[in-house]
């Protein structure tokens, strides 16, 4: 018979799965771009796609996300990858999830939003939160990008509760800007998998685990 500490120790294995969710932008991530390079490096990845890429439609974009997750098995562990536009649906999304107007909890758990879109340049501002995500997140934002001046990327970090990083003069973190294979994209959702997975280890560690005194 197995001694409760190592059973407890069997069951912390039998972890949530953890996959990446890639959220493009306005027209797509093309073959080049880092967030299809991205979706390369993880096994099980999955993506967001529209209907129609060229529409920005708040509304329907995050309902998108929605169907996209509902694919899955509810209780999988999910990190958004969002870039442009999709940064703004993941956060519309986000929203719902915390009023409780979804039935199903989608399991984001973690969100890298890269070069977000302005609110204001769609008249958006309204409609997103403003009181933080739910959710741990990382914001990085660009010096000269065309859709997000530094400063309010900033300020959307901060009403987001996010981490904000500068990459300085990288444009919009597209194509067009030089971001193909992207390795700091992939470290940094490689630390947010690591922490899911330490925070899913203590939820279900034994309590003789932390005996160690005894």
């Given amino acids: 018979m197995l001694s409760s500490l ?3 120790e069997l069951d912390t294995r039998k972890l949530a799965i953890t996959r990446v969710l890639i959220i ?88 890298l939003m890269v070069a977000p879109a302005d609110p204001g ?33 900033q300020l959307w970090a901060t009403r987001w509760g996010a981490g904000f990083q500068n990459l300085g003069q990288a444009g919009h973190v597209n194509t067009e800007s030089g971001f193909g294979p992207w390795p700091l994209a992939r470290y940094k959702v490689d630390q947010m998998i690591r922490y899911l997975q330490r925070q899913k280890r203590l939820e279900r560690a034994h309590p003789m685990e932390f005996n160690y005194g005894i």
């Fill in 6 to 8: 190592h059973a407890a």
């Fill in 24 to 111: 493009p932008g306005l027209r797509n991530s093309g073959h080049g771009h880092w967030q299809s390079w991205l979706q390369t490096q993880y096994r099980g990845a999955a993506r967001v796609t529209q209907a129609d890429w060229d529409a920005p439609d708040l509304q329907r974009w995050s309902r998108q996300i929605d169907s996209t997750l509902a694919r899955y098995a509810p209780d999988t562990q999910w990190i958004a990858v969002a870039h442009s536009f999709g940064c703004l649906a993941l956060a519309h999304h986000l929203a719902r999830q915390r009023t409780g107007s979804q039935a199903r909890q989608d399991g984001i758990r973690a969100a």
């Fill in 121 to 153: 340049k769609f008249q958006l501002t309204d409609q997103l939160p403003q009181d933080g995500l739910g959710v741990p997140a990382t914001l990085v934002g660009s010096e000269n990008a065309p859709w997000m001046p530094l400063e309010h990327a």
